[in-house]
């Protein structure tokens, strides 16, 4: 009786230690890039204008819009890379004057911004974004 009363101590113990808290290679519960970032792009510091995305991750493909609402633009492309964090997203809408122009806008996520590159037909430019 004493030796099985051991054994199921022991196995006990191991089942306890097999079951430690290490860290994971699993992703965590919420994606860095899906949801609603706002801020501002443009093609220099003094012609800035402001901008709201809504993004959406689903593991493998990001989808999203512009200015969501009446007036929503569909991305016409988007690419999220979680290793290195980084966005790549395109989309064809209206420039100041109301022309259609293609769009690309490159950055990458740190935290809770996102920050980079804008290209509006060749007019180019940075831009900043804060996920709400």
Request: proline share 8%; glycine share 10%; aromatic share 6%.
């Amino acid at each position: 009786m004493k030796r099985i009363f051991c054994v199921i101590a022991i196995l006990g113990v191991l089942t306890s230690c097999g079951s430690s808290h290490e860290p994971s290679d699993a992703p965590a519960s919420t994606d860095p890039v899906s949801g609603e970032w706002v801020g501002q792009w443009g093609p220099s510091p003094t012609r800035q204008t402001a901008v709201t995305l809504e993004l959406k991750w689903d593991g493998s493909t990001l989808t999203g819009t512009v200015n969501p609402g009446r007036d929503a633009i569909p991305l016409s492309k988007a690419m999220f890379d979680p290793q290195v964090q980084t966005v790549t997203l395109e989309l064809d809408g209206p420039n100041p004057d109301r022309e259609m122009v293609h769009y690309v806008i490159k950055g990458k996520i740190e935290g809770t911004t996102m920050a980079g590159t804008f290209d509006r037909a060749g007019d180019t430019g940075t831009f900043q974004l804060e996920k709400r």
